[in-house]
């Protein structure tokens, strides 16, 4: 095996160990609490030996780290937040569980394992090492920055909303890290205070991979907005197990499409806020990524998470008519049709769907039902005066919504980005400009791209590379040879992206 096949592997590896130790410690159950009065258990040879062990582990992390800081301090460009990371989210853990080991063998007295602690700060710092790298190449960084600055943008009116209603949210930002395309994902318990987005690295090849960015971005709100899920998924009626199809005593099969419906709310969610915030540009990039002309069969196929519950994305075919109907809902009916007509084009008129049964079976139904149950829901999650959102709609949040008026901006910026000319303006606006002169003029593509990324000012990156007289741009930093790029294949890749096809290998390429 080549240097990057072991690589992988190994990343493939820490991955599963990582996905495991996180799901048992959502599904252990809770220790009571310690009896004052009850008399100390005795350590044992294993307990003392385990110990060492520990300190043993923890040295080596704490050298680590050390060694990943230096490394940073020597680098420009997006790594701040990196250096921010370390300190709060495994330098000074590891600092008091040393301190903590040092005591003695106390904590092993009480039964308490350190092990999972140095699992999670180990896996930390591998992640991190992972962005440096990604970061310290000069075209991995700019993309990279780029990626944190849409991501940041993004944010933006929800973090302000936010403070309005007196909570914390969205306060520290999004951390892009690459990934192989398909695999684009977001973990949120990796670093407690940075939501983790895995972004294609192909951003100079393929303008719509951008639309990864709002689509995780809605992954971050399902799970950080305080309430907003629960309130979800309580006002849809979707409270429920996502069964498969069963079959009765009179062996026929029987299911509900809110079953489905479940399983898929927050696929939904994740498609229908990545519209919101990026309008026509957002749909037509997720129709792009999710089309298959090659296999149609797969945009009208429906997946079992196991053998008794559905997978959590719902057929592409769905996907890209639900958006096409929100979109239609937002006032771009002509976009919507648009985009309705290329679907069908490269996958034909698809009237079913394959959907799974329990004892791994299959069926195909009829789409139309399952079509006007999502479009209904879709109504309800665009009209939904939100209690989590302090009463408002979506579109009252201020900022949040890319509607018809914001799109003449748009239309102006696509303009000057066919021509070439870089613009200093709003990082989403600048990437849904992008995506929307594509759509004009996909021959001058590549001149999109190269404006685009001289457009957005990345976070933390140190220049400024649009053509603007209020901005002094500063010369790059030389960060040395390259990053040998197929080592940082799936990194960190967890849940079902573990389960998903292999992606190309990563590149930076910029046309």
Not at 81 to 89: D, I, N
Not at 269 to 277: G, I, S, T
Not at 298 to 319: E, F, K
Not at 378 to 406: F, I
Request: with cysteine.
């Amino acid at each position: 095996m080549s240097r990057s096949d072991w690589l992988n592997l190994a990343i493939f590896v820490v991955a599963v160990v990582y996905s495991l130790w996180n799901r048992r410690s959502r599904e252990a159950p809770a220790e009571p609490p310690d009896e004052p009065d009850a008399p100390p258990v005795p350590a044992t040879r294993e307990d003392a030996s385990a110990s060492r062990a520990a300190r043993a582990r923890a040295a080596e992390l704490a050298s680590e780290v050390a060694t990943l800081s230096a490394r940073l301090e020597t680098l420009r460009g997006p790594v701040a937040v990196l250096r921010r990371a370390l300190a709060a989210q495994v330098a000074a853990p590891l600092q008091a569980l040393q301190a903590s080991l040092e005591r003695g063998e106390a904590a092993l007295t009480r039964g308490d394992d350190p092990r999972a602690d140095l699992a999670l700060l180990g896996q930390r710092l591998y992640a991190l090492g992972i962005v440096a790298e990604a970061r310290a190449d000069t075209a991995g960084a700019a993309l990279l920055g780029d990626a944190d600055a849409v991501a940041d943008a993004l944010l933006r009116p929800l973090r302000q909303h936010a403070r309005t209603l007196g909570h914390a949210a969205f306060d520290e930002r999004v951390v892009c890290m690459p990934t192989s395309p398909g695999f684009e994902s977001v973990i949120l318990g990796l670093f407690e205070a940075h939501p983790v987005v895995f972004t294609p690295p192909d951003f100079g090849e393929n303008l719509h991979r951008w639309a990864a960015i709002p689509h995780e971005i809605a992954h971050v709100v399902w799970h950080r907005w305080p309430g907003f899920a629960a309130e979800a998924t309580t006002a849809f009626g979707l409270e429920r197990r996502p069964w498969l199809p069963r079959r009765d005593a009179s062996g026929v099969y029987r299911s509900r499409i809110e079953d489905a419906l479940a399983a898929w709310l927050e696929e939904l969610h994740a498609d229908l806020f990545a519209v919101v915030l990026l309008g026509p540009a957002a749909a037509r990039g997720l129709a792009a990524c999710f089309a298959t002309p090659e296999k149609p069969a797969l945009a009208v196929t429906a997946r079992a998470l196991d053998d008794l519950t559905y997978a959590p994305h719902p057929p592409a075919t769905l996907r890209v008519r639900w958006t096409a109907h929100a979109l239609h809902r937002q006032g771009f009916a002509g976009e919507a049709q648009a985009i309705l007509r290329s679907w069908t084009r490269q996958h034909g008129d698809q009237t079913t769907l394959t959907v799974p049964l329990t004892g791994g079976l299959v069926a195909e139904v009829t789409l139309e039902p399952f079509f006007e149950a999502g479009c209904a829901l879709v109504d309800a999650y665009l009209d939904r005066a939100w209690s989590s959102l302090g009463g408002a709609t979506l579109g009252g949040v201020p900022g949040l919504e890319l509607g018809p008026g914001r799109q003449t901006q748009v239309t102006a910026l696509a303009q000057s980005l066919m021509m070439g000319i870089a613009q200093a303006r709003d990082a989403a606006l600048l990437l849904a400009a992008a995506i929307e002169a594509r759509e004009r003029a996909p021959q001058a593509s590549a001149a999109i791209t190269r404006a685009l990324q001289r457009s957005i000012h990345g976070l933390e990156a140190g220049e400024r590379r649009a053509e603007d007289p209020r901005f002094a741009p500063q010369a790059s930093a030389s960060t040395g040879g390259p990053v040998e790029v197929e080592e940082l294949a799936a990194a960190l890749a967890l849940g079902d992206v573990l389960t998903q096809r292999r992606g190309a290998a990563l590149s930076y390429k910029n046309r």
